[in-house]
């Protein structure tokens, strides 16, 4: 069972993890190399009780960071059909969300959202603005290991064939009143009411919490 208050300890560890990866990575004392170690371990200890994912796994997912920890970022395509929007499901969790997926390294955030709109929904499509940069802790999704930014850019559909990728089984066009069930860790439907509103009206400004 999942303890109460669960989200601002989540949150808690995590600025911990952080502090303590960067005294890591600056320090040269080595008794303030050895508190760092300390601080470290003690967030790991309080995502493990409070989220009951084994102790390795998250050794794995933190220990192994270098450097200045900072977000990850989230790049997701949007493409309109009409009044309708184009969404993807998951093979992973059977739910749809709007295409994309983790920023590569040595891609523009355009040249993401063109690949992940591609590699998921078959399309190729030609980004044209970015809309929104939303941090993920600010908005309705569920709980995350990862402190996460999510970048939100507009395209127009060029052509292909609408297909699933290797990561999504099915692809659609769904208007704002008729969407499937959203794959909530990726999308909420607040923010694809957002993407309707930037639709809807495409003269207002781009959004950043």
Known sequence: MKKQNVYPWLEMAKRLQAIAQAGLEYSENKYDIDRYQQIRQLSLEIMHDFTELP???LID???SEKGYQTPKVDVRGV???GDQILMVRETI???WSVPGGWADVGL???EVARKEVYEEAGLEVR???MLAVLDKKCHSHPPDLYHIYKIFI???ELGGDLKGGMETSETGFFSMDNLPLLSEPRITREQIT???DYRNNPGKEAVCD
Do not use: A, N, Q, W
């Open 55 to 57: 102790m390795d796994k």
């Open 61 to 63: 997912v933190f220990s």
């Open 79 to 81: 493409v309109f059909r």
């Open 93 to 95: 969790d059977g739910r």
């Open 108 to 110: 523009t955030p355009f």
């Open 127 to 129: 980004p044209i603005r």
């Open 154 to 156: 507009l395209c127009e």
């Open 194 to 196: 957002l993407m309707f």
